[in-house]
Nanobody, 115 residues
Framework: QVQLVESGGGLVQAGGSLRLSCTAS????????MGWYRQAPGKQRELVAT???????NYADSVKGRFTISRDNAKNTVYLQMNSLKPEDTAVYYC?????????WGQGTQVTVSS
């Protein structure tokens, strides 16, 4: 398992921006896919964005054009830049690492968007 630590969450107004960070305990260069998921109160966890070792990215339809996932291999860190935030983006955001049978999760960071 990979240890993952998220940071960067907070309270912002609608239309504002936040950047989340996820730092891994091992080199993310050797991990197939890094991603961000989120879970709102009373709802199931859902995929937000992923990035592979081949640099391909995937986004949920609800965040396309607003969110950008990126990585810094030297820092073992994956980022999620969130722009034009909406109240419906309010959730706990979790970092995820997937490598063959490995599937690791961070503890999550709270994002709250006020209206």
């Amino acid at each position: 398992q990979v240890q993952l630590v998220e940071s960067g969450g907070g309270l912002v107004q609608a239309g504002g921006s936040l950047r989340l960070s996820c730092t891994a305990s091992t080199s993310i260069f050797s991990i197939n896919t890094m991603g961000w998921y989120r879970q709102a109160p009373g709802k199931q966890r859902e995929l937000v964005a992923t990035i592979s070792t081949g640099s391909s990215t995937n986004y949920a339809d609800s965040v396309k054009g607003r969110f950008t996932i990126s990585r810094d291999n030297a820092k073992n860190t994956v980022y999620l830049q969130m722009n034009s935030l909406k109240p419906e983006d309010t959730a706990v955001y979790y970092c995820n690492a997937r490598h063959y049978l490995l599937n690791s999760w961070g503890q999550g960071t709270q994002v709250t968007v006020s209206s």
